[in-house]
């Protein structure tokens, strides 16, 4: 299966109308989103609702579908599982498996959006989640007009970091880059590497992200389409190449600490935060990979 001229629309939409349990399988990402790119390389993404989660959290229906070479599963949006198969001709396809229930709550919720401040805190972080995701585009494959009704209630959202999320990135960033960079120094590599790549390039990336969208530029999260979006020397900053060698490590760390530092500062300034100052890192840092040279 290497597109959907091979019939992988027809196999899924097929699979899904088989089974009972499965009140409605919402077809979302890209390439149901007005204007989005698809090429090859896009995957597809469905919101798999059924009245048994529990037979779907494992991954083995991925096999009922077609050719499935492997699959995987994560957590996703709070305590949902999503379920990644690779299928024949490298096909991606992504289930997040939700309970009909859940999804009932969530979207009648949404009908009545200036209640949200009488909402509890898991309700909001489900609608919000909910909605960053489906509300760019999607399309019922199985559910009819009564999913329709239900889903064309979403609204675009977007996560916004608030000054204390911003202060818990910033903290998690300055002291694992301490932390990696002591690995470096006491020869453990690949432990300063996993850090490096694991931590800090993911927290820069989402740094970025927010900063993008608060100057009026279009972000991704997960550093997706980011050749796009960031700056020149934003690009520059994220030109992350490590190998396992502590002068090649600690030259890496001093490019991200770089650009983490003026993206944090950026977005502080932007929303009126102080922003902190990892000064004393900074020096920490430069001091090691000069006495290296």
């Known amino acids: 299966m290497s597109g959907e001229s091979d019939g992988w629309n027809e196999s899924v939409c097929k699979w899904a109308q088989s ?38 959290r494992d991954g083995s229906f991925t096999r009922e579908i077609g050719k499935c070479w492997v699959s995987g599963t994560q957590i996703a949006f709070g305590n949902a599982v999503k379920v990644t198969a690779i299928y024949e001709g490298a096909l991606e396809a992504d289930f997040v498996v939700l309970s009909s229930m859940d999804m009932r709550i969530v979207l009648a919720a949404m009908r009545w959006p200036s209640t949200a401040r009488f909402w509890p805190r898991v309700l909001r972080a489900g609608v919000e989640s909910f909605s960053i995701v489906a509300a760019p585009g999607w399309r019922v494959i199985k559910g009819g007009q009564k999913w329709e009704r239900r889903y064309s209630r979403v609204r675009p959202q977007r996560s916004v970091l608030t000054q204390a999320q911003h202060g818990e990135l910033c903290g998690e960033f300055w002291t694992q880059l301490v932390w990696a960079a002591k690995k470096a120094q006491r020869g453990e590599l690949r432990a300063s590497q996993r850090a490096l790549h694991v931590h800090l390039v993911e927290n820069t990336l989402r740094m970025l992200q927010e900063q993008a969208l608060l100057e009026g530029r279009k972000a991704h999260p997960l550093g997706r389409r980011a050749e796009g979006w960031l700056t020149a020397e934003q690009l520059a900053g994220t030109e992350i190449e490590s190998v396992p060698s502590a002068p090649d490590l600690l030259a890496a760390l001093d490019r991200i600490a770089g650009t983490f530092a003026s993206s944090s500062a950026a977005v502080a300034a932007i929303r009126g935060w102080k922003a902190p100052r990892p000064d004393e890192v900074l020096a920490w840092l430069s001091s090691i990979g000069k006495a290296r040279q």
Do not use: E, K, M
């Open 19 to 56: 089974r009972p349990d499965i009140r409605a399988l919402i077809q979302i990402g890209s390439r149901v989103q007005a204007g989005a790119r698809v090429d090859a390389w896009s995957d597809y993404d469905y919101h798999l609702v059924t009245s048994r989660p529990a037979l779907y």
